[in-house]
């Protein structure tokens, strides 16, 4: 069983939908939580990083921490052909300094 | 804000030839370095972990005689793919710890095909 589990999709949306992403756990070890976005042969930049179960908003991005059931979401609002890309989630487990990825999420915003 | 740069962003070399990958960290001091491999719609795995001034920690299946890595300085670590096999062939990325970047800052990334 893998650590991190994500639906790779691909995921086929319409420009303005809501996007919902996901991501399991099963690593109680695991504190630190981060959503990245990747372009296609590029490397992931960071779009948010979160520490503690609950909610963090920033722009069109809010990042959801559930450490009780294990799970984490992302939600883009206003989705736009721009935001077309792969997400990937990833983790940090008390003691370790690596990042632990899930398999990423292929995003496609439709005009 | 910091950066990591990374060299080449792609490489096409033939079977049994090593290539050497480069990541330098511009504005900050890299003790570490972190080396993932990912494969076309996969997730990136964990390669191995350098530190400046001491031997890099290989994960798992990771063959350490042909991944080898050094670490040479504080703002450079080198990966090279000896004996390069078509199996090789894969994204490449490194990342190192920094403070501003929520402690992460990756570069952009190799691709390396061997024909």
């Known amino acids: 069983q893998k650590e991190v589990e994500q639906d790779p999709g691909p995921l086929s949306v319409p420009e303005g939908a809501i996007v919902s992403l996901n991501c399991t756990y099963s690593n109680s070890a695991f504190q630190y939580f981060m959503w990245y976005r990747q372009y296609s042969r590029k490397g992931p930049e960071l779009l948010m990083y979160?520490?503690?179960?609950g909610n963090k908003e920033d722009g069109r991005f809010t990042a959801q921490v559930d450490k009780s059931s294990k799970y984490i979401s992302l939600f883009i609002r206003d989705s736009q052909p721009s935001d077309s890309a792969t997400y990937l989630c990833?983790?940090?487990?008390?003691?370790?300094?690596?990042?632990?990825f899930g398999s990423g999420t292929r995003l496609q915003v439709q005009p | 804000g910091a950066v990591v740069s990374q060299h080449p962003s792609w490489v096409i070399c033939k079977s049994g030839t090593s290539v050497k990958i480069e990541c330098r960290s511009l504005?900050?001091?890299?003790?570490?370095m972190f080396w993932y491999r990912q494969f076309p719609k996969q997730s990136l795995m964990l390669m191995a972990t350098?530190?400046?001034?001491?031997?890099?920690?290989?994960e798992q299946g990771v063959e350490k005689d042909k991944f080898l890595i050094n670490h040479a300085s504080l703002t450079l670590s080198t990966l090279t793919v000896t004996s390069a096999h078509p199996e090789d062939s894969s994204f490449y990325i490194c990342?190192?710890?920094?403070?501003?970047?929520?402690?992460?800052?990756f570069g952009s990334g190799t691709r390396l095909t061997v024909v």
């Open positions: 504005d900050f001091q890299a003790t570490t």
């Open positions: 979160t520490y503690s179960s």
């Open positions: 990342s190192a710890p920094d403070r501003a970047n929520y402690g992460y800052t």
């Open positions: 350098s530190n400046e001034g001491s031997k890099a920690t290989y």
């Open positions: 990833a983790m940090i487990a008390t003691g370790r300094r690596a990042l632990t």
